[in-house]
């Protein structure tokens, strides 16, 4: 079964060392994602329909919102370790305006991109910082973190590029009626999923709804819906003491065991495990220093 070795939250996102050897089913993140191979045996994700390698020499890039998939291409037996870094747009943008981009559903231009010697160093010294993590202050960890992105795109060069940037037009507007949906979605997690029901409080027939939604979020109703539920599910973990059947039945599953198998199915481990290994720094804190010259 799949493992966490370390996992990092705060306002950056999530930095997750996973030890995999089963695969993930279709999800999306609202991060902007990244995704590098820290040992183990080669692996893969598929991403836009075609596998994107995951090696020593290449990193895998999901765009925010892109559905992606694990897909656990060593032979039986043998693991990957992943270091998956699930990184707030924000956060990137406060250090670096240029990557206010990082949102745009399609700011990568490619599912993987090889990695430089110097990147390939800086996942090997990352990893380390992560297994002695009770040496590791906030500071220390973004800094890190922010040098090694930088380090992973920065031979796609747009994001320097001022032109390229304004070319990168922004989403068009969504539909007010998808934001209505939306709005619903967000107001109870708790439920199960209804396509229908939500088609018909938002005024649409339900293939108009799915074509529309699909159209301005770039993923179906039930991965957005997925997502939700996951992020609540990571902030219920994170923020409090309540026990995983609990947070299980807030979150409208059946049982205990419904909602592991949900978990386990988008990253890998149980929420247990996520509770047990994760290292919550202060969402709240701003960085040490301006980065102007960097990503």
Not at 5 to 11: E, S, Y
Not at 35 to 59: I, S
Not at 167 to 186: C, Q, V, W
């Amino acid at each position: 079964m799949s493992s966490a070795v370390k996992i990092f939250q705060g306002r950056f996102g999530r930095v997750a060392l996973l030890d995999m050897d089963t695969p993930l089913v279709g999800h999306a993140h609202h991060h902007c994602h990244i995704l590098l191979k820290a040992g183990g045996a080669d692996g893969a994700f598929r991403v836009r329909g075609e596998l994107a390698p995951l090696t020593d020499q290449t990193a895998v890039l999901v765009n925010a919102w892109e559905r992606h998939a694990y897909v656990h291409t060593a032979p039986e037996g043998e693991r990957t370790l992943i270091l998956a870094l699930y990184v707030e747009p924000a956060w990137l943008a406060d250090l670096q305006r240029t990557l206010l981009v990082s949102a745009h559903p399609h700011f990568f231009a490619r599912q993987f991109v090889a990695i430089t010697p110097r990147a390939q160093r800086m996942v090997e010294e990352f990893v380390l910082e992560m297994w002695w993590a009770d040496e590791l202050s906030q500071a220390r960890m973004e800094d890190l973190l922010f040098n090694l992105i930088v380090s992973v795109i920065e031979c796609l060069g747009s994001w320097r590029d001022f032109v390229s940037r304004l070319r990168l037009k922004p989403p068009a507007a969504m539909d007010p009626r998808i934001r209505r949906a939306i709005a619903l979605m967000r107001e109870d997690v708790a439920h199960e999923f209804d396509v229908p029901a939500l088609a018909r409080r938002s005024g649409l027939s339900r293939a108009h709804f799915f074509a529309l939604f699909q159209r301005d979020t770039q993923v179906t109703p039930l991965v957005y819906s997925n997502v939700l539920r996951f992020e609540a599910a990571v902030r219920r973990l994170t923020s409090g003491t309540d026990s995983v059947a609990t947070v299980a039945q807030d979150l409208g599953f059946a049982a205990p065991g419904h909602f592991s198998r949900f978990f386990r199915q988008h990253l890998g481990i149980t929420p247990s495990d996520y509770r047990r290994v994760v290292d919550l720094f202060d969402s709240r804190a701003a960085p040490e220093n301006d980065r102007p010259d960097a990503c």
